[in-house]
């Protein structure tokens, strides 16, 4: 697992990993900004992010990542609920590019709390990637 780390993938992309926001709550510990998380990196390669939640795209983007994939959202899972997530998240669901930033918040598969899914879809993604 990739835990506020960045590995080099094939010797032709970066994979970030970060820790979840919450995770000082839960252990104490901070995770690693996403600036000390980048520093380094040849920007001539694609970075991607896999970060749990999505909160500061705009940071994101500051930063060069080409293409951050996120969760956490569920989209509500159940309805109402994803008027909540409308409003707490910049992106809920799905794609948006932001400068140069492509963006993917999934709203994943499975559940959290009741089991149950209503007003929104389960999914799993593939994404097909190219870079120039």
Same mark, same amino acid.
């Given at each position: 697992?990739? $835990?506020? *780390?960045?590995?080099? %993938?094939?010797?032709?992309?970066?994979?970030?990993?970060?820790?979840?926001?919450?995770?000082?709550?839960? =252990?104490?510990?901070?995770?690693?900004? @996403?600036?000390? @998380?980048?520093?380094?990196?040849? !920007?001539?390669? !694609?970075?991607?992010?896999?970060? +749990?939640?999505?909160?500061?795209? /705009?940071? =994101? *983007? $500051?930063?060069?990542?080409?293409?951050?994939?996120?969760? +956490?959202? +569920?989209?509500?899972?159940? #309805? !109402?609920? *994803?008027?909540? *997530? /409308?409003? %707490?998240?910049?992106?809920?669901?799905?794609?948006?590019?932001?400068? /140069? =930033? +492509?963006?993917?918040?999934?709203?994943?598969?499975? =559940? #959290?709390?009741? !089991?149950? $899914?209503?007003? /929104?879809?389960?999914?799993?993604?593939?994404? &097909? %990637?190219?870079? &120039?």
């Amino acid at each position: 697992m990739l $835990r506020d *780390t960045v590995e080099m %993938i094939g010797e032709c992309i970066y994979l970030i990993g970060r820790e979840d926001r919450d995770k000082q709550r839960f =252990t104490g510990k901070s995770r690693k900004s @996403l600036s000390e @998380l980048v520093s380094g990196l040849d !920007p001539s390669y !694609p970075i991607i992010l896999l970060d +749990h939640q999505p909160f500061h795209l /705009n940071q =994101t *983007t $500051r930063l060069g990542i080409d293409l951050s994939i996120s969760g +956490h959202t +569920h989209h509500g899972q159940l #309805w !109402p609920f *994803t008027y909540i *997530t /409308n409003a %707490i998240y910049e992106i809920s669901q799905g794609y948006k590019k932001i400068g /140069n =930033t +492509h963006f993917y918040v999934s709203c994943g598969y499975g =559940t #959290w709390g009741p !089991p149950v $899914r209503l007003g /929104n879809r389960p999914e799993i993604v593939v994404l &097909n %990637i190219t870079f &120039n």
